[in-house]
């Protein structure tokens, strides 16, 4: 078990160190972008606002386009997420427009890494009559289409699937949080609330690290917490780069976070600090959580978390004396998006948990955004696709999976059993980003067609029977983007500069033309100024200002703090006790579930998680953010020094990392930072596609190890239920 002592020396250091880190990064670029402004003074400049494309946070932006040429981003000063702020990643991933290695005209497989150019013509015609002779032999549910949801995406995706008779859309959460979203779905009746950070007084950060999973805006509101005297506390088998925000590091045992939660409701009750009040209106089944809550105690849970008890009583206790302004923050991916067989229940515990408090809708505390109202395309002129007849797939075996995201990996376990016929990929590396890549590469083979809409060769592109050229998020118009929040708004992708490569496309396009080849063109009888048109009619807004803005905030649809909307819940309630999990014949009371596998004295459990300057596998292959990786040795593996002393390893030494599944070799980063009992690999590398240049051959990717599989809840990937053993290699 970790020391508290450990914990405590280890946090100062790292404090220490993240602070360097941050401010060496951060200061590089914004020096070389004054450099750049000041050399380039006298030439004309055009602004153009529009959207980051970097990560799913997409947050406003600015570019600045001199001669035609993109040459500096700012953050959009209205936006909620970027606040005037852009991440290095926001600065650097831009570079993909003009990278060596983008895709520049369709590409059809000859085989095994080997494609020749053809026409759009020739892709559209040959797709078409693929997926025609697919639906005609097994049906449209043999067809499947998944994405990484972005504003254009959204629209055109679900429609173009949906057109073709099949309900068979999905996304990328089953890797990242689809276990949280069901949770929450199944007790607050919304996938994730947001926080209000700034304002709450008592912060607890489960597996959610602001400092590396970054949103410019959240790190804002955490520092004026922090310098509002607030308590933030990090849950996390590692110290990660919050620290330097942070009070207080709990080194928890990976995959216990359910445990802990427990107990602090069971103190929570037990010394009746909880909002009996909040319960009695707004909430279902507490009684019936509260008995199952008794067995649940801090002692009990310091033996399968490792935190010791009166640190779990201490903070439930200074928790519920802060609330309503004390709040479990929603968490994404890290701890119980989609990790562990106890993710799903981890979720819900923590939206319990949040209920005990009474925090929903209050300062400081767990809120319910709103929406814009937007509107719609006239559906007599343009008529929506018929309703699918059969259910999306997966859906049978995940019923309590949020509808919307769907088990994208099904696709994969459907192709293995013969059932599933085609699969279309749109801004997805499903291939080394969803599931174990050896498996994704086998259902893959067992597709009569795959399809990867892409900007460079991913390794998805790599298995694809046709690959076709995106133009990337600098050169193309999207559909508008809704942004819900305590204010909602409303943000426009558009285009900065001219195509690049002539035979490259915007989606929107790419669907309109391939729907027709498909003989369904009648679903996408508009442009895209027509449906954006539609889409702001009932603003009062025109498109010429939204093109000017970029970013629209409607402050006269603020939220009312302090006055609960309707749960969209089956009961409209809070609900501690699920009649939903019952029916699907799912316990409906939450209680304590081990982890799948758990390490034995000579084996770790590996874990992961993100980098400040990558997103996932698309940022690896830029050369200004790799070299970032290079200069401060980024790659390395995280291994506890008292781990790595009884294995003779030092600190830079080349070890190999052995799983059910794989075999790597890294070099180590030997470290006070990381629970005893795991190894952390950090997530974006790993790139085995030779046609990505700058990323081909750095590190390795974590996904190699983990066994593909399914959590029972909520479908989702169960990515750290890995075990795996180290030893020290020459070479
Ligand atoms: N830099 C960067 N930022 C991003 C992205 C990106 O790719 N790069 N992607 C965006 C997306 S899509 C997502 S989902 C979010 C993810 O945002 P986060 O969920 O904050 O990111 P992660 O780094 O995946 O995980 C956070 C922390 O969880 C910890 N963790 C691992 N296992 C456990 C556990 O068992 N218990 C606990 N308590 N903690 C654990 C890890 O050590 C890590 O420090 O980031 C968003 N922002
Ligand atoms: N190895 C690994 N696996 C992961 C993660 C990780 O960090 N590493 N993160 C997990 C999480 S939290 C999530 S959310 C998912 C994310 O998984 P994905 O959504 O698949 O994200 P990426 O792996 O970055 O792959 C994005 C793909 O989109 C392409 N792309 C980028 N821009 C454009 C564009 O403008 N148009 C088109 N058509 N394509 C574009 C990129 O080239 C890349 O191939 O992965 C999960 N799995
Ligand atoms: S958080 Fe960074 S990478 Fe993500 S959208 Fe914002 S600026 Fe871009
Ligand atoms: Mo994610």
Redesign the pocket.
């Known amino acids: 078990m970790l020391e508290t002592k450990l914990s405590r020396r280890g946090f100062i250091k790292a404090s220490a160190a993240t602070a360097v880190l941050a401010s060496a990064g951060t200061v590089g670029f914004n020096e070389w972008s004054k450099e750049y402004v000041k050399a380039s003074a006298n030439t004309k400049i055009k602004e153009i606002p529009s959207t980051c494309?970097a990560c799913?946070s997409k947050c406003g932006m600015v570019g600045h386009v001199k001669n035609g040429r993109l040459w500096k981003l700012t953050g959009h000063p209205d936006h909620p997420y970027s606040k005037g702020k852009l991440c290095a990643r926001g600065h650097g991933y831009a570079t993909v427009v003009y990278s060596q290695d983008r895709l520049t005209q369709p590409l059809k497989r000859l085989g095994e890494n080997k494609f020749e150019p053809i026409t759009w013509e020739q892709a559209y015609k040959e797709i078409a009559g693929k997926l025609t002779q697919i639906i005609k032999e097994h049906g449209p549910q043999a067809v499947a289409l998944t994405e990484?949801p972005r504003a254009s995406g959204k629209f055109y995706s679900p429609r173009f699937i949906n057109a073709l008779g099949s309900a068979n859309y999905y996304t990328?959460h089953v890797?990242?949080s689809n276990s949280r979203d069901a949770g929450f779905l199944h007790t607050v009746g919304v996938t994730a609330t947001s926080a209000d950070i700034s304002n709450a007084k008592y912060i607890m950060f489960i597996g959610r690290s602001y400092g590396d999973g970054i949103r410019p805006s959240s790190v804002q509101s955490l520092a004026a917490a922090r310098d509002n005297g607030a308590k933030i506390v990090i849950v996390d088998p590692r110290l990660n780069n919050t620290a330097n925000l942070a009070t207080e590091w709990l080194a928890i045992r990976p995959g216990t976070d359910l445990a802990l939660v427990l107990a602090m409701s069971h103190v929570l009750i037990k010394e009746n600090l909880h909002d009996l009040n909040f319960i009695k209106t707004y909430t279902v089944g507490f009684e019936a959580y509260a008995k199952e809550l008794a067995k649940y105690t801090p002692q009990w849970a310091e033996g399968i978390t490792g935190i010791p008890a009166a640190d779990i009583s201490r903070i439930a206790i200074d928790m519920g004396k802060a609330k309503p302004k004390a709040l479990i923050e929603q968490s994404w991916?890290g701890a119980f998006g989609c990790n562990y067989e106890n993710s799903t229940e981890t979720g819900r515990a923590v939206a319990m948990f949040n209920a005990l408090l009474g925090n929903y809708q209050q300062k400081g505390g767990s809120i319910f955004g709103v929406k814009p109202h937007l509107g719609k395309l006239d559906e007599q002129k343009y008529p929506n696709p018929k309703e699918p007849e059969a259910p999306k797939a997966g859906k049978k075996e995940f019923p309590l999976a949020y509808e919307g995201s769907g088990v994208a990996t099904i696709v994969a376990k459907e192709a293995l059993e013969g059932k599933m016929k085609a699969a279309i990929y749109?801004?997805?590396?499903?291939a080394?980003?969803?599931g174990n890549p050896k498996v994704m590469k086998e259902a893959f083979s067992k597709l009569d067609l795959v399809v990867a809409?892409?900007?460079?060769m991913?390794e998805?592109a790599q298995l694809a029977d046709y690959v076709l050229p995106?133009v990337?998020?600098i050169e193309r118009d999207e559909v508008i983007e809704s942004l819900s929040g305590k204010v909602p708004g409303i943000a426009l992708r558009q285009q900065m500069v001219e195509k690049v490569h002539p035979d490259t496309k915007p989606?929107h396009e790419i669907y309109t033309e391939l729907a027709k080849a498909c003989g369904v063109g009648q679903y996408f009888n508009f442009s895209l100024d027509e449906l954006n048109e539609a889409k702001l009619a009932p603003t009062g807004i025109t498109y010429k200002q939204l093109k000017e803005k970029g970013t629209i905030m409607f402050p006269a649809e603020e939220i009312t703090i302090g006055e609960m909307p309707k749960v969209k819940t089956p009961s409209g309630k809070i609900e501690f006790y699920s009649e939903t999990y019952k029916k699907a014949g799912y316990n409906p009371i939450v209680e304590w579930i081990e982890p799948k596998v758990s390490p034995a004295n000579d084996s770790f459990r590996l874990i992961t998680g993100?980098q400040a300057i990558h997103?996932?596998?698309?940022t690896a292959n830029l050369p200004i953010l790799m070299q970032i990786t290079k200069d401060y040795d980024l790659e390395r593996i995280w291994i506890n020094p008292v781990r790595a002393k009884e294995l003779g390893i030092k600190d830079g030494d080349l070890v190999e990392v052995k799983s059910s599944e794989a075999t790597s070799k890294i070099r180590v980063k030997v470290t006070e930072r990381i629970h005893p009992e795991a190894i952390f690999v950090p997530?974006?590398y790993?790139i085995t596609s030779k046609d990505l240049r700058t990323g081909y051959g750095v590190g390795f990717?974590?996904?190699e190890h983990v066994p593909f599989d399914f959590e029972k809840w909520s479908g989702a990937g169960n990515i750290h239920e890995v075990i795996v053993k180290v030893r020290k290699v020459n070479s």
């Not at 749109?426 to 499903?430: E, G, L, M, P, R």
């Not at 809409?453 to 460079?456: A, F, M, S």
């Open positions: 494309n799913s990484d990328h890797v990242c991916r749109y801004h997805s590396n499903a080394l980003g969803y809409i892409d900007v460079q991913s998805t995106e990337t998020y989606i993100k997103s996932h596998t698309q997530s974006h790993g990717s974590y996904m």
